[in-house]
């Protein structure tokens, strides 16, 4: 009888140390579950921190690409020019008499099948607005249009004591090399955000120093200034890639 009791005994006791080391085999288990888990968790979180970045890098080497794009642009098209800005108003101005306010050299593959040409705003003797397009490359002519939706100010060419002939000259002084575009314009807000209504020509200039210039020249005194919005931009440029980088290292601590 007592030998019966002492085997039930240790029966009952392997059975509970069986079951012991099997709660603590499962929650060994469980534990190791959880690790992996928080180690799977972690290694995402680093993989997708690393994508983020890359992401940024990307967007920012994709932006410079297009800036300079945008900056090679009009140089491009200046170098594929033979005839000059004079030339392009004296041949807008033999097909469509009056007076030229606008000029912009550009090269658009679907309109012109990849060729430069000057595009021009003119106020005919007619007292309406044309459109003339003249090919860059010989000075011929291609294609007036009247401008009859034309918001412009009728009274603008007659208030400027400046000619377009004359801004250009003034600009290049100050920006030498070979203007893409210029307008005669009086829309715009001064520093304290109010009307000036400063009649002035906007000027763009592809310059002899590989840089594109953004100059102002007063319509009445001829007085030419730097446009400071276009330094505005560029310290807005850099302040958003700081930005950028700041999120990124907080990313990071996180």
Aim: glycine share 6%; charged share 40%.
């Amino acid at each position: 009888m007592k030998r019966n009791v002492t085997i039930a005994a240790i029966t009952a006791a392997v059975l509970i140390s069986g079951t012991t080391a099997a709660t603590v085999a499962f929650a060994d288990s469980d534990g190791d579950r959880d690790r992996t888990s928080t180690r799977s968790a972690g290694t995402v979180s680093l993989a997708d921190d690393r994508d983020d970045r890359t992401d940024d890098r990307d967007d920012r080497t994709d932006d410079a690409s297009d800036d300079r794009s945008d900056e090679r642009a009009p140089a491009a098209a200046a170098k594929s020019a033979g005839i000059s800005l004079d030339q392009a108003v004296a041949a807008a101005l033999k097909s469509v008499p009056g007076t030229v306010t606008g000029a912009e050299l550009d090269r658009d593959d679907d309109d012109h099948n990849g060729r430069a040409v000057w595009e021009l705003d003119v106020r005919g003797s007619d007292k309406k607005w044309h459109d003339v397009t003249v090919d860059a490359g010989n000075g011929k002519v291609l294609k007036t249009r009247d401008d009859d939706n034309d918001d412009r100010d009728d009274h603008a060419p007659r208030s400027s004591a400046v000619t377009l002939n004359e801004a250009a000259a003034a600009a290049l002084k100050t920006a030498p090399g070979t203007i893409t575009s210029i307008d005669l314009d009086d829309d715009d807000d001064d520093d304290n955000g109010s009307r000036s209504n400063v009649l002035r020509w906007d000027v763009d200039v592809a310059g002899k120093d590989g840089k594109q210039h953004e100059l102002r020249v007063d319509a009445k005194t001829g007085k030419v200034t730097v446009d400071r919005d276009d330094d505005s931009d560029d310290r807005d440029d850099h302040g958003d890639d700081r930005d950028d980088r700041n999120d990124d290292r907080d990313g990071d601590d996180d």
